[in-house]
């Protein structure tokens, strides 16, 4: 059968001319994400990177013009004379290039945090190339960093080869080649230059905690965006999946890349805080942690196009993090693994004025019993490979299950991290495969069947509470929660957990009421009932209805809804946690690693149910 797939993100949308910026603020779908999996930024269609934090992507920001415009700080280059503008991402990379059409001339900026071929340099090097493709074109740049998320402004320092900032711990460094002399004006850099057919200009900007910054020679940083390109391009060639959105899976994949330090196997949610899922609305959350849910999303989508050393990497990180908490498993993990557990407010205006910025997150001190089905869902997933636990990691492992067992009843704040406490359908589905899947480690000789008759008996007595409490026989579907008559787009996952038979009345009826109630407009969804009101249609629930679908044997239904989803990645491929039904306008945080974990999933799902990879 052939689907007709619209991969729109596959090619360079028309021109634009000039910036769509309304009070200092670029539209979320404007920007084009660069890293390296420890450093993020975000790059405007105008030129201008409005948001990066340093070294890592959970330090404080130096440009943060994203969430407050007057105070944030930013990294601005762009012709100097009215232009049109295209971009795309180098193929089979995290390096983005704009091109700007304009009336002298055309000049292509290529953009990119770069990695070393090693992957070990002390410091994090953003490097902005400028070519000359026809024409003369001026151009003009302004560097302006607000250190400690806006907070504090530092005069560089003139150093023989360029400019340094010292704020504090952290040094942020300077160097341009071929791009006019830089003039110190207050607290920033700016330059102004022309740049011709065959030229060529470059500024690296280097930031580090480290007790030496280096100062970079133009071949080494012609060599790392080099190296920077083989580094992705290799990291990609190992996806296995063949299939109708080939492009859009590698892209996703790409965009995990971004939010993943391939050494430690720690995976941020998403780049950004606070970019609100609705504007004027108070749901505004710092995204750059790993939370357990996202991990199990992470290693089970990796897992299937066979990328596996992240995969690995990825449950070890798990298994430590888990270690310090354990036998709780909190929801969400600093990305050195530590418990997060506080958040506060920062004083700036946020995204399109809506308040309020936050740093830090407070979902860690919830209770999410899903937590422990998604924490045993990785471990399963990954050592049905054959891969082999250590003693102590196993015996950890039944501590927390122990610990499921005593507490499996209690009310908690479910997948959707909710303030009012109650007996989640997605919750009890998570406690249900936590024990499905340590019983099955224990048949395999992974993990201690210290309590084995306890285990069975708190499995069956979980699936006896959700067949009986949170099913409804009027709506035909599971509920999302008891006592209550509303839906729940999670409850989808039921199938792919293996809780529900895929293609049983029960999974039959819970989709065919979720279409019928949480749909929006298009191939988008809300995440439950009630949310019309309050949020916008969240993206992975699109993905995760495709997934439901096709193992449904509703192949038509779930191609056509993927072809959909697909199509709203725009011109790079990349999608945030949510988007207006109506105007298709991204919301909530970006890059979303959620949404681009689902994509994948939702294809590789689709692949193995029509004969696929």
């Known amino acids: 059968m052939e689907h007709a797939t619209s991969q729109a993100h596959a090619t360079s949308p028309a021109p634009q001319t000039e910036s769509r910026r309304t009070d200092g603020y670029l539209p979320i779908e404007d920007y084009g994400a660069i890293g390296d999996g420890n450093a993020l930024a975000l790059v405007g269609l105008d030129g201008s990177i409005d948001w990066m934090c340093l070294p890592e992507l959970d330090a404080p920001s130096v440009f943060g013009a994203l969430l407050d415009p007057a105070e944030g700080g930013n990294f601005t280059l762009a012709p100097a004379i009215p232009y049109e503008v295209r971009r795309s991402y180098l193929p089979q990379t995290n390096i983005l290039q704009t091109e700007y059409t304009t009336a002298e001339g055309t000049v292509r900026v290529t953009d990119a945090v770069t990695i070393d071929g090693a992957q ?7 490097a902005r190339s400028v070519e000359g493709l026809s024409g003369a074109v001026p151009m003009r740049w302004r560097l302006r960093p607000r250190f400690e998320y806006g907070q504090k402004s530092c005069t560089p320092v003139s150093v023989e080869d360029g400019f340094v900032y010292r704020p504090g711990g952290l040094q942020l460094g300077l160097t341009a080649w071929d791009a006019g002399a830089p003039q110190v004006v207050d607290d920033a850099v700016e330059g102004e230059f022309q740049i011709e057919l065959g030229g060529h200009a470059l500024l690296a900007l280097l930031g580090s905690d480290a007790a030496v910054l280096p100062t970079p020679a133009r071949a080494g940083v012609e060599r790392r965006l080099e ?3 083989t580094v992705c391009r290799e990291w990609v060639s190992r996806c296995s999946y063949e299939g109708p959105w080939e492009e859009a899976v590698r892209r996703s994949l790409l965009a995990i890349r971004l939010l993943a330090d391939g050494r430690t196997g720690a995976i941020a949610a998403a780049g950004t805080t606070s970019l609100p899922e609705a504007i004027g609305k108070e749901r505004n959350y710092d995204y750059r942690f790993a939370w357990v849910r996202d991990l199990s999303f992470t290693v089970e989508a990796l897992l299937r196009v066979d990328v596996e050393e992240l995969a690995a990497n990825s449950v070890n990180w798990l298994l430590a993090a888990v270690g310090n908490t354990r036998p709780r498993i909190d929801p969400v993990y600093r990305l050195t693994g530590e418990p997060l557990r506080v958040q506060h407010q920062l004083p700036l205006a946020g995204y399109r004025g809506t308040a309020p910025v936050h740093v830090g997150n407070q979902a860690g001190t919830q209770l999410q019993l899903g937590g422990f089905g998604d924490f045993l869902e990785t471990l399963w997933e990954y050592l049905k490979r054959g891969h082999r636990l250590r003693p102590g990691a196993a015996e950890r492992i039944a501590d927390s299950v122990d610990l499921l067992c005593s507490i499996w009843r209690n009310a908690d704040a479910g997948l959707w991290e909710l303030g009012d406490y109650a007996q989640y359908t997605t919750s009890k589905i998570g406690c249900w495969t936590a024990l499905e899947r340590v019983l099955d480690l224990v048949a395999k000789g992974q993990v201690p069947g210290r309590h084995l008759a306890r285990w069975q008996a708190t499995r069956d007595s979980v699936r006896d509470f959700i067949e009986t409490n949170l099913w409804s026989d009027e709506r035909g579907s599971y509920l999302m929660k008891a006592g ?18 895929p293609r049983g009345a029960r999974m039959k009826g819970t989709i065919d009421a979720i279409q019928r109630e949480l749909h929006a407009t298009g191939p988008l969804y809300y995440r439950y009932s009630g949310m019309q009101e309050q949020e916008n249609a969240f993206l992975a629930c699109s993905f995760w209805m495709v997934e439901a679908l096709a193992l449904a044997g ?22 945030s946690e949510e988007m207006e039904p109506d105007s298709r306008a991204l919301r909530g945080n970006f890059p979303q690693a959620l949404t681009h974990l689902a994509l994948i999933s939702a294809a590789a799902i689709f ?7």
């Open 227 to 229: 190296a920077t390109a």
């Open 554 to 575: 509703r192949i038509d239904e779930a191609a056509e809804l993927m072809d959909g989803m697909v199509s709203l990645g725009g011109g790079l491929g990349l999608y």
């Open 484 to 501: 209550s008559e509303m839906l729940d787009c999670g409850t989808l996952l039921a199938a792919r957990r293996q809780y529900s038979d």
């Open 607 to 613: 692949s193995e149910q029509t004969g696929g990879n």
């Open 120 to 126: 070990s340099v002390p410091f994090r090097e953003l």
